[in-house]
């Protein structure tokens, strides 16, 4: 594919949801309705019934899925605040051209093709990751998807319009996939080449963490008879920081909020969320474990206490290590290499043979302004996205 074409496409919906310090699309708000148009809408030009399922998951399909053994690709469109404009939506709009390189080389699917949209796999609205996949793949209880409001009250059925009732393991639907592929932009600096295949996602998590301490008077309390759970937070962020840096795992404490908020008052509490990533799981869990210790002690020197929930956890993704190596071998030996990202394909592999594409970030910036990939590139992605598809659908 030239990549003035992926431009041209890419160029219809990179612009929705952007803002002058990157992305801002939370699962059914404005920008990612108006993605969820888009995808109709490109749907719609080529002829693809489109429907949203029980979770609010959107397919797309070529051919009727109710014959089975369909494969699928695609990713979500939704974004951390602030978030890069590639991570997610490469892979559906990736989707869509590649079955036009389909066409255009005369290959008609033996198999029914989808291509999907998960929604909130960010997690940027309601707390959980992979909301939407998950649910569908049982990964989530869907009472506690129910029960989810975001920052401002609003409850998950609310926001989507879906009936909560419906929220919930999928498996005709899943039973139905043959094989799912995600192509995404690379969250790092590792890949070399414009493609490559993903190994691994590494097992990773995130954590309430909960500070609780006394709110006081800022100017008049003197600092001997302070129980100030902001110093707690803020110890346990270095602490997190250092865990991490020993074990050559990842950690982040972000999300942060302080009751009351103010410049006068000492707060009563404090909430951050830990995000906790390693090769390998037992690195994973002996660095929360670490975190843990190390907070719960000095909230116990500071006269404070802290509370460490597990929000969501996903262990390590080993994706099918035949499908993985076939497509490894079809792209003429890309690299193949893990990743520290989580993403729908870590929990669809759980259930159906999965695979994940990796397009080159030069910058290797993600969830953030900086995050990129060059039109090239793109375009090739692109065309090994065709590749696979053609080898998996059309033989
Ligand atoms: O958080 C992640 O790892 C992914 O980008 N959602
Ligand atoms: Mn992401
Ligand atoms: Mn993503
Ligand atoms: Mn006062």
Not at 69 to 89: E, I, L, M, T, W
């Amino acid at each position: 594919m030239k990549p003035e074409r992926f431009a041209s496409l890419w160029g219809t919906l990179a612009p929705i949801g952007r803002g002058a310090h990157g992305y801002h699309r939370f699962a059914w708000s404005p920008p990612e309705l108006a993605c969820r148009d888009w995808f109709a809408e490109q749907a719609a030009e080529r002829g693809m019934p489109v429907e949203t399922d029980r979770n609010g998951n959107l397919w797309a399909w070529l051919g009727d899925p109710g014959a089975g053994d369909a494969v699928v690709a695609g990713s979500h469109f939704d974004s951390v605040p602030g978030g890069g404009g590639y991570d997610g939506p490469l892979g559906i709009v990736s989707a869509f051209l590649a079955l036009d390189l389909l066409r255009e080389r005369g290959l008609t699917p033996a198999r029914p093709v989808g291509v999907a949209a998960f929604a909130e796999e960010e997690g940027s609205r309601f707390g959980i990751a992979c909301l939407g996949s998950r649910l569908m793949c049982g990964a989530l209880d869907p009472e506690r998807a129910a029960a989810l409001r975001d920052p401002d009250g609003v409850s998950l059925a609310e926001a989507s319009g879906l009936d909560p009732a419906g929220f919930g393991p999928d498996p005709q639907r899943l039973a139905g996939i043959g094989a799912f592929v995600e192509l995404h932009v690379e969250q790092g600096r590792a890949l070399t080449a414009p493609v490559g295949v993903a190994s691994a996602i590494w097992p990773h998590g995130r954590w309430r963490l909960e500070f609780a301490g006394e709110g006081n008077h800022a100017g008049t309390t003197l600092m001997a008879d302070r129980h100030d759970p902001m110093l707690t937070f803020a110890y346990t962020v270095l602490a997190a920081n250092k865990e991490a840096r020993l074990r050559g795992g990842h950690a982040t404490i972000g999300r942060v909020a302080a009751v009351p908020n103010a410049t006068n008052a000492i707060p009563a509490s404090v909430t951050g969320w830990l995000d906790a990533r390693a090769a390998d799981q037992s690195t994973l869990d002996g660095l929360v474990e670490a975190v843990t210790v190390r907070a719960t002690e000095r909230a116990g020197r500071d006269g404070t206490s802290v509370a460490v929930t597990a929000e969501s956890v996903s262990p390590v993704t080993g994706f099918d290590a035949a499908l993985r190596d076939r497509l490894a071998a079809l792209l003429g030996g890309v690299p193949v290499l893990p990743t520290g990202a989580g993403h729908d394909a870590g929990v669809l592999a759980t259930r159906v043979p999965t695979a994940m594409l990796f397009v080159r970030n030069p910058t290797g910036v993600s969830h953030a302004p900086g995050e990129y990939a060059t039109d090239e590139d793109c375009a090739a992605g692109v065309g090994a996205l065709a590749d696979v598809l053609a080898e998996l659908a059309c033989r």
